[in-house]
């Protein structure tokens, strides 16, 4: 009896600590509604494997994109480098492999992390706005990826040595999520148990009390920055191997929607302050899911998958910072 | 009662905050045509309250409003009290800088003056030419506001208040209505000519409005109101009218602070004071200046010591807090901690390094009102709640966390249901318990206060007092800057005159209790 008693403790427990999470990360909503809807209209290709598979990979590439630039939305700037950092960093590890050997992909994290100091001494030294800026340096590190992939004569940057990091140990989880796995570890273990996320989070929503309470605004700002190229830049490895050990080399804006979407859907406001990597992984999942069960719904043209999907993101933008705002009340 | 000259009267307001706070206690108030009328108090006596709900910010527990006589419901808005002809100029934040004077003037009216969805700038510019001619304020019609000095800014918001109110009010058509002005703190960020221009317009306004004058600085008060009202702990403690009887600037203070409460204060905290001497100094200051701010102040803090710098608003004693923790940088002067020189313009980050901690008890400034309570506390604790596996890699142990913030709560006596409550639910008292807290942890050799315990109540006060008197026994040396002359005479051991930046006289705590006559 007395055993029983404690089991039925333990499990309010579970389910108080439960709900409590459901209710600080609005998106688990929307992914738990996202599942439902898409088993109930297509269950046997939603539900099957193969898209299990699709879906971890789509997961991987979206979250990557967005992780890093998380901890500088976190303390109110933004960051859309990703973009250049994933592109270039793509032909670096191309231009260099003749000379390197396999060795040339660790250049990926670093070049990330030079791109991120960068923009982080320029944006908080010179003052610079955050947004113009990176988008200014994904501008013109796609070009020169363009530009690179032109006078080499060549159509795709591909590095065919890398081909066996495309296959994966364990079955149904891909290469570029086990890839993944690793950024997603450390940039949770950053925000959670170091005092960076504290930091970042403290400078987001009360500048001028985070320098009074000590700390070092302009160190921490650019830490973000560069901690938000290096986790990009470690994390464009996945996406590299995904899409068959090669690199983008033509600018697609809607790649760049990709990771700030991932980043306000899983509710992380763009004015700072408060979410987290956490939330975003949460925030690509939904974005995954959505791009995912419209592509398996009969009837809908995969031409125009980028038309519903920006319409349908339009509306869950403005729902998420809405339901966020109620959490913020309450 | 009402005369027939009353305008607005309000009668037994009460309202109580998170159902403990009795912020006003029965207060009843009554504005007559034409007049300046006066409500003075300390900080948290419940002035902001009592304007707050004029406006229809806060609704009132219970209570009456009275219009030219007549039974009216409380402003349910500031739209809604405009409409009753009530109107009220902020302290501060009122200006928009960018926009033109007539812009600004006639911000959120332009209905009025739209034909055909066209605004009629020449109309607007006309009448605002009109308008300043005729109250007598003197710029350039296409200056942008912040390019004014901050007297005619003033000026401009009441014009603007005034305006707004004539344009709004849903007046009977027949009498003429009469602009209730209220001015929270008006002269707080001028200089004193300028606080004198600011009155002649005010004197002169008075023939077609009234003004409600929010204030705590008393010769200003008894220069410029017919009558006033003193508010203790959210009741009136005493009105007068200055056309019928006398009141002493001595009389006015006294009332104001409340005697008898401050004794029993007074009584146990003295102890604290006085026991410096001979002790090793840690913080010297040479010549530090900031130019239109404060100039030439030196001193030496000892350890377990607190210097206090005392004088009216604007007198430069905040800035001079702010410029030993690096919140804003001093031009020249030497500030020296423990016999080595601190750099002028270093930030907070360096001086919390060294050994200076800061405490401001203006809520939200330096404490995060939607964390809980355990993150505000481990803040600047890191350290005490950090293992190291490796090296560089410091890991938050949440347990450590707890526990500190559970040692602080309990050892302040932190009202909080637990170490997760956000913030913000807490009364006021506990906020600035919170932020003393993180302090009590840290213990830095100097901590610089301000306004450590500005709007709560007396009873929060005294734990904040008793913190930082047992701090003081400790050894850690503070530097006061406050409003309140009692918090001088319990905190400090030395007190600095300013006036503009400039010492004028330095007293014991002994002196300093004498010439305020605690």
């Known amino acids: 009896m007395k055993s029983g008693l404690k089991e039925l403790r333990v499990g309010a427990v579970v389910i108080t600590s439960a709900w409590k999470l459901i209710k600080m990360n609005p998106a688990i909503w929307a992914i738990i509604a996202l599942v439902i809807i898409f088993s109930a209209i297509v269950p046997e290709r939603f539900l099957s494997p193969s898209n299990f598979v699709a879906i971890l990979k789509s997961f991987a590439v979206t979250s990557m994109l967005a992780v890093g630039p998380t901890f500088v939305i976190l303390l109110g700037s933004i960051d859309v480098s990703y973009m250049g950092i994933w592109m270039f960093g793509g032909a670096l590890v191309w231009l260099l492999y003749p000379y390197l050997g396999l060795a040339s992909i660790a250049i990926y994290p670093i070049f990330g992390l030079l791109v991120g100091l960068f923009n982080g001494v320029v944006h908080v030294k010179a003052k610079v706005p955050s947004f113009i800026l990176t988008l200014a340096m994904t501008a013109l590190l796609a070009f020169l990826t363009t530009y690179v992939r032109n006078i080499s004569g060549v159509l795709t940057l591909t590095v065919p040595a890398y081909n066996f990091l495309r296959e994966s140990p364990i079955p149904y989880l891909p290469s570029p999520f086990l890839l993944a796995l690793p950024v997603i570890v450390v940039a949770l273990f950053l925000m959670f148990f170091t005092k960076l996320g504290t930091y970042f989070c403290a400078i987001g929503s009360n500048e001028e009390g985070a320098k009074l309470a000590g700390i070092n605004v302009e160190k921490y700002k650019i830490l973000a920055f560069t901690l938000s190229g290096l986790l990009t830049g470690l994390g464009s490895i996945a996406i590299f191997v995904h899409l068959g050990c090669q690199t983008r080399v033509d600018f697609d804006p809607s790649e760049l929607i990709r990771g700030l979407a991932a980043i306000v859907l899983g509710g992380t406001p763009l004015a700072g302050g408060m979410g987290g990597p956490h939330r975003t992984l949460l925030g690509a999942l939904v974005y995954v899911l959505i791009f995912n069960g419209l592509f398996l719904l009969p009837g809908v043209d995969p031409n125009h998958l980028k038309l519903y999907v920006g319409t349908l993101l339009l509306g869950a933008v403005i729902a998420a910072s809405r339901a966020l705002k109620g959490a913020l009340i309450a | ?518």
Not at chain 2, 495 to 514: D, H, P
């Open chain 2, 1 to 518: 009662m009402s005369t027939t000259n009353s305008i607005l009267e309000v009668r037994n307001i009460s309202k109580t905050f998170d159902r403990v706070v009795k912020a006003l206690d029965n207060v009843s108030i009554e504005i007559r045509r034409n007049e300046i009328i006066s409500v003075v108090g300390e900080n948290g006596a419940g002035k902001s309250t009592l304007m707050k709900i004029l406006v229809g910010i806060y609704q009132p527990d219970s209570g009456e409003m009275y219009y030219l006589g007549r039974r009216i419901p409380f402003p349910k808005s500031p739209l809604d009290a405009l409409r009753k002809g009530i109107s009220i100029v902020y302290q501060e934040r009122g200006v928009i800088p960018h926009l033109k004077v007539y812009q600004f003037l006639f911000l959120g009216l332009e209905e009025k003056f739209t034909k055909l969805g066209r605004l009629q700038l020449g109309k607007i510019i006309g009448l605002t030419q009109s308008i300043f001619e005729e109250l007598g304020i003197k710029c350039d019609l296409a200056s942008s506001m912040y390019e004014l000095p901050p007297s005619v800014q003033k000026m401009v918001e009441i014009a603007r208040a005034i305006l707004s109110v004539k344009l709004m009010v849903e007046g009977d058509g027949e009498s003429e209505v009469t602009p209730i002005i209220i001015l929270d703190e008006p002269t707080a960020p001028l200089s004193t000519e300028e606080r004198d221009a600011l009155f002649n317009y005010l004197l002169n306004l008075k023939k077609s409005n009234s003004f409600i004058f929010v204030s705590h600085i008393i010769p200003e008060v008894m220069k410029f109101s017919d009558r006033i009202y003193v508010l203790r702990d959210g009741k009136v403690v005493a009105h007068h009218d200055l056309s019928s009887e006398k009141v002493t600037e001595d009389q006015l203070f006294r009332e104001i602070v409340g005697r008898e409460s401050y004794y029993s204060l007074w009584a146990r905290y003295v102890y604290g004071v006085g026991k410096a001497e001979g002790k090793r100094v840690v913080l010297s200051v040479r010549n530090l200046t900031k130019k239109g701010y404060f100039e030439n102040i030196s001193f030496d803090l000892h350890e377990g010591e607190c210097i206090g710098f005392f004088g009216p608003a604007g007198c430069g004693k905040s800035e001079i807090a702010r410029a030993l923790y690096g919140e804003i940088f001093a031009d020249h002067g030497e500030i020296i901690m423990d016999g080595k020189h601190v750099k002028l313009k270093s930030e907070p980050y360096a001086r919390i390094k060294i050994g200076i901690g800061y405490f401001s008890g203006e809520t939200g400034k330096e404490l995060f009102l939607f964390w809980p309570i355990r993150k505000n506390l481990s803040l600047v604790n890191f350290e005490k709640v950090c293992k190291k596996p490796l090296k560089i890699i410091s890991v938050i142990s949440f347990n450590a966390e707890r526990a500190l913030a559970e040692k602080i709560m309990k050892k302040l006596r932190i009202r909080a249901p637990s170490t997760e409550t956000e913030c913000y639910s807490l009364s006021g008292g506990n906020k600035q318990k919170v932020s003393v807290g993180k302090w009590l942890e840290k213990s830095p050799r100097v901590l610089i206060l301000e306004d450590p315990t500005i709007g709560i109540d007396v009873g929060a006060r005294e734990e904040i007092y008793e913190v930082l008197l047992e701090m003081k026994g400790n050894g850690i040396a503070m530097i006061l800057a406050s409003d309140d002359p009692k918090e001088y005479a319990i905190l400090c051991d030395k007190i600095i005159s300013l006036k503009n930046g400039v010492v004028q006289a330095i007293y014991t705590n002994e002196e300093f209790r004498r010439l305020m006559g605690l």
